[in-house]
């Protein structure tokens, strides 16, 4: 035969590996068809490929051309055996070659898969492990093209909060900046958004591993941590729980004591709406209330109340607390 095997081989493996570039598909195919033996060719390669399927779910190449060939045996009619053998020989032969070159030839990692989020809303994506991401606004995520084959790696830009499913055998990687969090199955929180000097992560159960520049440090439920971004530097932190840190995931806040000045930055940040002060005077304002899930305008006019304060949204959307101090 008077064609190049290893170029034949090659477009074969490429076929076999589900490439359908009619460029392939057309060489291949008229290589077929110039002559009978090469259609068998085609056809032994193939049937050695189906006999061995796990080969092509591992990235590392281990086949036995020996038992493959004694499974082609076992297919072929008697009475077909000594031609159709001849071209098995050389198909076993050339498998090293065949697969090898799927390996080469197959299609590259998918691309990355970006989720991302506009000034305005925030996003609740369920990614294919079963794991639940919240994205706040001004924020995005770039899921790793081979997510959930070995592991599921993902960078984030901004804030999110993530509901890991667990599987201990596929870990759950966050990059952020030269920080790695890895989780097998835990919810926390991401904050690379909030200050330009740090990079907050709460847990709220479950366990992380923060590692970074060769330090690591593991946080379990109700914990926290800040990464420096000028010294690379990781260190734990005390939890507020008047920070109210999922509030732009579930609206819902807890204010014991809290300057009005803190409570109208916190709810500008959940609802990503200007929330002001008119009178400088009111920033120090303590004040002790919850609200769960309620419209911005909602909770702004229980404050207003609460301090005899007027309320007023302005023609761009955002709000005006005024009013006396309350100390007065």
Same mark, same amino acid.
């Given at each position: 035969m008077?064609?190049n095997y290893?170029?034949i081989?090659?477009?074969i493996a ?6 359908t570039d009619?460029?392939l598909?057309?060489?291949l195919?008229?290589w077929?068809n ?5 259609e ?7 049937q050695?490929w189906?006999?061995g399927?796990?080969?092509?779910e591992?990235?590392t ?7 493959a060939?004694a ?8 009475r ?6 001849r071209?098995a020989?050389?198909a076993?032969?050339a498998l090293?070659?065949?697969l090898?070159?799927y390996w080469?030839f197959?299609p590259?990692p998918?691309?990355?898969q970006e989720?991302a989020?506009?000034a305005t809303n925030t996003?609740?994506?369920?990614l ?6 919240t994205l ?12 959930n084959?070995?592991?599921r790696r993902?960078?984030?830009?901004g804030?999110a909060y993530f ?7 596929k ?9 790695e969090i890895k989780v +097998?199955?835990t ?7 909030s200050?330009?000097?740090?990079v ?6 479950g366990?992380?591993q923060?590692s970074?520049?060769g330090q690591?440090l593991?946080?379990t ?6 990464y ?5 530097? +990781?260190?734990?932190k005390?939890v507020d729980?008047?920070?109210n840190?999922?509030?732009y995931?579930?609206k819902?806040?807890?204010?014991e004591?809290?300057r009005?000045e803190?409570?109208?930055?916190? +709810?500008?940040q959940a609802?990503g709406?200007?929330?002001k002060l008119?009178?400088p005077?009111?920033?120090?304002c303590?004040?002790?209330a ?8 909602r909770?702004?006019q229980l404050i207003a ?5 007027? +309320? ?6 955002s709000y005006?607390?005024?009013g006396s101090?309350?100390?007065?």
């Amino acid at each position: 035969m008077e064609n190049n095997y290893e170029h034949i081989d090659a477009l074969i493996a490429r076929r076999l590996g589900g490439e359908t570039d009619a460029d392939l598909v057309r060489e291949l195919d008229a290589w077929r068809n110039t002559a009978p033996e090469n259609e068998r060719y085609y056809q032994q390669m193939l049937q050695i490929w189906e006999v061995g399927p796990q080969i092509r779910e591992h990235s590392t190449l281990h086949f036995d051309t020996e038992t493959a060939l004694a499974s082609v045996k076992n297919r072929i009619h008697p009475r077909r055996r000594p031609v159709v053998l001849r071209m098995a020989l050389r198909a076993a032969a050339a498998l090293a070659l065949l697969l090898a070159a799927y390996w080469w030839f197959r299609p590259g990692p998918a691309a990355p898969q970006e989720i991302a989020t506009t000034a305005t809303n925030t996003l609740s994506d369920t990614l294919t492990d079963g794991s639940v991401v919240t994205l706040n606004r001004n924020s995005a995520l770039a899921v790793s093209g081979g997510f959930n084959e070995r592991e599921r790696r993902m960078r984030l830009h901004g804030e999110a909060y993530f509901e890991v499913a667990p599987n201990p055998e596929k870990p759950f990687v966050v990059e952020v900046e030269r920080l790695e969090i890895k989780v +097998l199955g835990t919810a926390f929180n991401v904050d690379n958004l909030s200050s330009p000097d740090k990079v907050q992560i709460n847990v709220t159960h479950g366990r992380v591993q923060l590692s970074s520049n060769g330090q690591n440090l593991v946080l379990t439920a109700n914990q926290a941590a800040e990464y420096d971004r000028q010294s690379g530097q +990781l260190s734990m932190k005390q939890v507020d729980p008047g920070a109210n840190i999922l509030a732009y995931k579930t609206k819902q806040f807890r204010f014991e004591g809290t300057r009005l000045e803190l409570v109208t930055q916190q +709810l500008e940040q959940a609802y990503g709406v200007p929330v002001k002060l008119g009178n400088p005077a009111l920033r120090n304002c303590p004040l002790s209330a919850n609200y769960n899930n309620l419209p911005l305008n909602r909770a702004l006019q229980l404050i207003a109340d609460s301090f005899s304060l007027t +309320l007023e949204q302005k023609p761009d959307g955002s709000y005006l607390l005024n009013g006396s101090s309350c100390e007065e």
